[in-house]
């Protein structure tokens, strides 16, 4: 009878744990910082006051974000390779040591990660994403532009994605091709500054003057817009 008394309050204070995690991650999500912060020092002091306590593969994954919202990168690479160390098959804690290298600016180890969540997880746009980035960063634009592709084979109105492999084609001089991605992406999102910029630059690198001066006019235009706005 005690024994099983004993299981069901370590199962309970496991499961209070679990959901402590779960509201840490999501009040950083919701830039709820300063409740964030707070709830992770209690935590902490929960995890360090019982030692014990094992988290589990997810709990630590849970964790590591935590410690990354909180800009707690070391922290954070520790506990997720602990996650991955208890289960290989974490795409999610793969992805966040990517991002942390990421940020750190070693792209190479970045990538490393990168590809793998993306394997783990082929359907996950925002993996491939993020290598599509990080490809763009170490100048590898055939891989970066086949990351790009990928995704909008996932999601064909994925505007980041359509965006960054616009600027991918500028930067191999493909300006044709740059040219009709960005025009893509503007039939989603029609006063999209940065494109009509850059559609503005290609056609004046191709010597369609007068099409450049029309985007140029238009991203005049709008930000005059944003400017009147903000002096309301």
């Given at each position: 009878?005690?024994?099983?008394?004993?299981?069901?309050?370590?199962?309970?204070?496991?499961?209070?744990?679990?959901?402590?995690?779960?509201?840490?991650?999501?009040?950083?999500?919701?830039?709820?910082?300063?409740?964030?912060?707070?709830?992770?020092?209690?935590?902490e002091k929960?995890?360090?006051?019982?030692?014990?306590?094992?988290?589990?593969?997810?709990?630590?994954?849970?964790?590591?974000?935590?410690?990354?919202?909180?800009?707690?990168?070391?922290?954070?690479?520790?506990?997720?390779?602990?996650?991955?160390?208890?289960?290989?098959?974490m795409p999610?804690?793969?992805?966040?040591?990517?991002?942390?290298?990421?940020?750190?600016?070693?792209?190479?180890?970045?990538?490393?990660y990168f590809?793998?969540?993306?394997?783990?997880?082929?359907?996950?746009?925002?993996?491939?994403?993020?290598?599509?980035?990080?490809?763009?960063?170490?100048?590898?634009?055939?891989?970066?532009?086949?990351?790009?592709?990928?995704?909008?084979?996932?999601?064909?109105?994925?505007?980041?994605?359509?965006?960054?492999?616009?600027?991918?084609?500028?930067?191999?001089?493909?300006?044709?091709?740059?040219?009709?991605?960005?025009?893509?992406?503007?039939?989603?999102?029609?006063?999209?500054?940065?494109?009509?910029?850059?559609?503005?630059?290609?056609?004046?690198?191709?010597?369609?003057?007068?099409?450049?001066?029309?985007?140029?006019?238009?991203?005049?235009?709008?930000?005059?817009?944003?400017?009147?706005?903000?002096?309301?």
């Amino acid at each position: 009878m005690l024994m099983a008394i004993g299981v069901l309050y370590a199962e309970e204070a496991k499961s209070s744990l679990t959901d402590d995690l779960h509201k840490v991650v999501e009040c950083f999500k919701e830039n709820k910082k300063a409740q964030a912060y707070n709830l992770l020092v209690q935590l902490e002091k929960k995890l360090d006051a019982d030692k014990s306590i094992e988290l589990n593969a997810k709990e630590n994954l849970l964790l590591g974000r935590a410690y990354f919202y909180a800009s707690k990168d070391d922290r954070a690479t520790v506990v997720l390779n602990k996650s991955i160390s208890q289960d290989d098959n974490m795409p999610g804690a793969y992805f966040y040591l990517g991002l942390i290298n990421n940020y750190a600016g070693d792209h190479k180890n970045a990538q490393k990660y990168f590809i793998k969540c993306a394997r783990l997880s082929p359907d996950n746009e925002i993996y491939h994403f993020e290598l599509g980035k990080c490809y763009s960063r170490q100048q590898n634009y055939a891989e970066a532009i086949l990351s790009h592709k990928r995704v909008l084979a996932l999601n064909s109105k994925h505007v980041p994605s359509l965006y960054n492999l616009a600027i991918v084609y500028c930067q191999i001089e493909q300006y044709s091709n740059a040219d009709s991605v960005l025009n893509d992406l503007l039939e989603i999102e029609p006063n999209h500054i940065d494109a009509l910029y850059n559609l503005g630059q290609v056609s004046q690198t191709t010597g369609k003057h007068a099409q450049s001066l029309k985007y140029f006019k238009q991203v005049v235009s709008l930000k005059d817009t944003d400017f009147r706005a903000l002096a309301k």
